[in-house]
């Protein structure tokens, strides 16, 4: 298939990028800069200039390929206002694309997160939490599966709070930036909430199959460690880093504080069964040994 990626530079899209180029597929990534261009290039990728803002370019970019995989997201957590702009781009070029793909079958994944339910593993049928900094991105989501009824073969791959590659990534990837900036390896609550994970190049193969086989208006969970206690990350990291290993205020973490003192663990069985996904990538834990102090 040729696909379009956006997104494609990043932590999970460079990922994505390599899976499909290493099966078969031909690439065209939206790039933002001469540098993310060069880089979609050196992968083996075409890329096409233009920004998620740039709706010109989201739907050039959709126009003349067989799917789409969307990824990209500005990932800017430092204020409420900054994450609701960061949604409120994404549900644009989104609705875009989505207008672009009506009627003609063609595959649009798109990311989501895993939702959290108490007391239990969530799984692919629970929905997605619509409140909380980044209840507009489910919305958005859910818009996107809608387009099924509207000839589009949608699909939303969900992802769990830390997507992972040599160490870096995610939430755990935040723990680590905050621990080197403040000197303590903290964590929120009492630390026995859990966070599920997996590997960027485990993800990467889920998104391949998710679009080259889902039916559509279908969620699936790219889940490999179903939970890991915060206290352990927070560990390892303080131990890779030489820091203290402590318990901090929730208000530390910004607009995400509440989100990341909440116990999420969650299950890919129907994922793994249905698509026959299997990870075979380390686990977060032994990842994260890669951190260099
Ligand atoms: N990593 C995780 O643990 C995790 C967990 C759950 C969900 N997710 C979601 O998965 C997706 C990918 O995450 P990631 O960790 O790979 O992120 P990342 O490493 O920060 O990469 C973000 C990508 O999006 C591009 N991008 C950002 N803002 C853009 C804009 N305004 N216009 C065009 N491109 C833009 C970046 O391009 P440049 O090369 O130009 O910077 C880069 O390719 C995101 O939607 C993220 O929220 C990630």
Same mark, same amino acid.
């Given at each position: ?23 078969? =597929? ?34 050039? %970019? ?7 995989? =969307? ?74 599966? !809608? ?16 997507? =992972? ?20 390896? %903290? ?44 206290? !352990? ?36 069985? =129907? ?15 032994? !990842? ?6």
């Amino acid at each position: 298939m040729r696909v379009f990626v956006t997104g494609g530079t990043g932590l999970i899209g460079s990922a994505v990028v390599a899976e499909l180029l290493g099966n078969g =597929h031909t690439v065209l990534g939206l790039a933002r800069s001469e540098s993310s261009a060069t880089a979609l290039q050196t992968a083996g990728a075409k890329a096409i200039r233009g920004d998620l803002a740039d709706l010109g370019a989201v739907r050039a %970019g959709a126009a003349d390929v067989d799917g789409v995989i =969307h990824l990209a997201f500005a990932n800017d957590f430092s204020s409420p206002a900054a994450v609701a702009a960061a949604v409120a781009e994404e549900g644009g070029a989104l609705a875009a694309l989505g207008e672009e793909l009506t009627g003609s079958g063609r595959p649009l994944i798109t990311v989501s997160g895993t939702p959290y339910v108490p007391g239990r593993l969530s799984t692919e049928a629970d929905p997605l939490p619509t409140e909380g900094p980044v209840g507009g991105r489910s919305r958005s989501v859910t818009a996107v599966l !809608d387009l099924a009824s509207h000839g589009v073969r949608s699909a939303a791959v969900r992802l769990p709070r830390t997507v =992972h590659n040599e160490g870096r990534g995610g939430f755990a990837g935040l723990l680590t930036q905050l621990a080197r900036r403040t000197g303590v390896s %903290g964590y929120p609550g009492d630390g026995t909430q859990r966070w599920p994970a997996v590997h960027a190049l485990d993800a990467a193969v889920l998104f391949r199959l998710v679009l080259e086989n889902a039916p559509a208006g279908t969620a699936w969970h790219a889940v490999s460690d179903e939970g890991d206690a915060v206290r !352990d990350i927070a560990a390892v990291i303080g131990r890779k880093l030489g820091l203290p290993v402590e318990a901090i205020p929730q208000e530390s973490f910004g607009p995400l504080g509440p989100i990341f003192a909440t116990d999420q663990p969650s299950s890919s069985a =129907h994922t793994r069964k249905t698509l026959g996904w299997e990870p075979s990538h380390p686990s977060l834990l032994a !990842d994260l040994e890669n951190i260099q102090p």
